[in-house]
């Protein structure tokens, strides 16, 4: 392997495809692959519906024999906004509890530049890989969104097979949330009146 240790740091509001192509490039890379499940204080909430084990448990569902990736739940610093380099520095603290060391590449995906979250000289030795969003074009709202809709067969295009016999439990987390109640009924009143 080139490295030993790779970071990926996400909500997982599903784990979806485009997250296990950050998993996987980790797995061709590294040694070990550390999952952040960030955000894991907050549920049943608009952007943070799932529960923190039910999002641990997607990522393990995908990859039960690999015994390389390694997941463990990040609360926030303050809020989820909080994008500083003290919430960098948060970040690899809690890396260090496992691995006790600055990872040595972090894998993320183009939508927002990770290497921001930190202060230069706390990534000094640390190197990106940054996956094009264009690859594979789907996000966890829009994997919600399709879950409030109930078309599972669109849901299951997007998610690892291993998943799909997740989809009623995940779904009944997700609309257990007021808000995505709402967004259902909203549906169901512009399908009555077409």
Known sequence: MVYDSGLIVGRFQTFHKGHQSLVDTGL???DRVFILVGSSQESGTERNPLN?????????????????VKIYALADLTNENDITPDWGRYVLE??????????ELMIYGNDEAR???FDLNDIKDMAEII???SRLEISATQ????????????WMQWVDPKLHKMYDELRAELMAVPFYQEKRMQYELEQMNK
Do not use: G, H
């Open 52 to 68: 923190v084990a039910t999002r641990m448990r997607m990522i393990r569902e995908c990859y039960p024999d690999e015994k390389r």
């Open 28 to 30: 061709l890379l590294c």
């Open 143 to 154: 994997l919600r969104e399709l879950m409030v809709w109930d078309q599972r067969r669109k």
């Open 115 to 117: 290497s921001r979250w």
């Open 94 to 103: 809690n890396v260090d509890k496992y691995v006790f060391k600055v990872p």
């Open 131 to 133: 996956i094009p969003r």
